[in-house]
């Protein structure tokens, strides 16, 4: 929904629609932080590769 169709909802379904946004968007932004925490906790444990050093 864009902003001005949000703008013409009469103000108590408008209330409780950006309501509901905000409280899924801080879900989302909540899950996304705890998939980043662990991606970065399992990055060190991976084993580390060395590099080529061969160009061909």
Known sequence: MNPVAVQHLPA?????YLD???AAIHAAFLM?????????VLS??????????ATH
Do not use: N, Q, S, Y
Request: hydrophobic share 65%; net charge neutral.
């Open 12 to 16: 108590d379904i408008r209330l409780d």
């Open 44 to 53: 060190w444990l991976l084993k580390e590769a060395p590099l080529k050093t």
């Open 20 to 22: 509901a946004f905000g």
């Open 32 to 40: 996304a932080a705890g998939i980043m925490a662990v991606a970065f």
